[in-house]
């Protein structure tokens, strides 16, 4: 079975800068997708990022970037130009590649706040 | 983008009574739905997995006669807590697959109240 793990619970940024939220997976798969989603205090999810794992190239959305390093089984988000809109729990999330019915796994999730 | 609507939004309901909770898929079409459980400050849990068409598909530990599923076409899924409990005030969130765009796209939750 697939695990994801976020072992930070929280982190905190100041507007403007750089922050990465880091992630590792464990999985004998060789092909998967990762994600990042973002619950902010509404508690609607957005995806913010997402990358399919036999692509080498990291996935970029605007501010959001990744680095995907495959072979450590790490997936991490990097928040650029921290904005206030920005604070919110974030979960990593794993999926395989194959079969209509395959489930995210999720992390434990990480809670980002913004100070002004 | 995607939306996917869940309806309503808040319920408060008496100990023993059933809820409906409604899930709708609104631009495109979803032959699998998923249905999670979220206390607060953690992650989502998976419930159950649904298709259009057939019997939803249960995570270990949940009980399919308490809260059943039905995914009766490919734009709507609803599910039914049965003879709700106080342990069953919750933040439940559905959730839909665009088999096209391979994307899961997330309702907006609804909070369940039992007193």
């Known amino acids: 079975a697939q695990t994801v793990t976020q072992s930070q619970p929280e982190m905190s940024v100041q507007e403007a800068e750089t922050v990465t939220l880091s992630c590792t997976y464990d999985?004998?798969?060789?092909?998967?997708?990762l994600f990042w989603y973002k619950q902010p205090p509404s508690r609607q999810m957005i995806l913010v990022i997402r990358q399919e794992a036999y692509k080498q190239q990291n996935a970029t959305e605007n501010r959001f970037s990744v680095n995907f390093q495959k072979a450590a089984k790490s997936f991490s988000l990097k928040i650029s130009d921290s904005q206030l809109g920005d604070a919110a729990m974030y979960f990593c999330?794993?999926?395989?590649?194959?079969?209509?019915?395959?489930?995210?796994?999720f992390g434990k999730g990480i809670t980002l706040s913004v100070r002004p | 983008g995607a939306v996917v609507s869940q309806h309503p939004s808040r319920v408060i309901c008496k100990s023993g009574t059933s809820v409906k909770i409604e899930c709708r898929s609104l631009d495109f079409q979803a032959t699998t739905m998923f249905w999670y459980r979220q206390f607060p400050k953690q992650s989502l849990m998976l419930m159950a997995t649904s298709n259009e068409g057939s019997k939803a598909t249960y995570e270990q530990g949940v009980e399919k006669d308490k809260f059943l599923i039905n995914h009766a076409s490919l734009t709507l899924s609803t599910l039914t807590v049965t003879s709700a409990h106080p342990e069953d005030s919750s933040f439940y969130i559905c959730?839909?697959?665009?088999?096209?765009?391979?994307?899961?796209?997330f309702g907006p939750g609804t909070r369940l109240t039992v007193l």
């Open positions: 959730s839909a697959r665009d088999q096209k765009r391979y994307t899961q796209y």
């Open positions: 999330a794993y999926r395989s590649y194959t079969g209509a019915n395959s489930k995210l796994t």
């Open positions: 999985t004998s798969e060789s092909d998967y997708y």
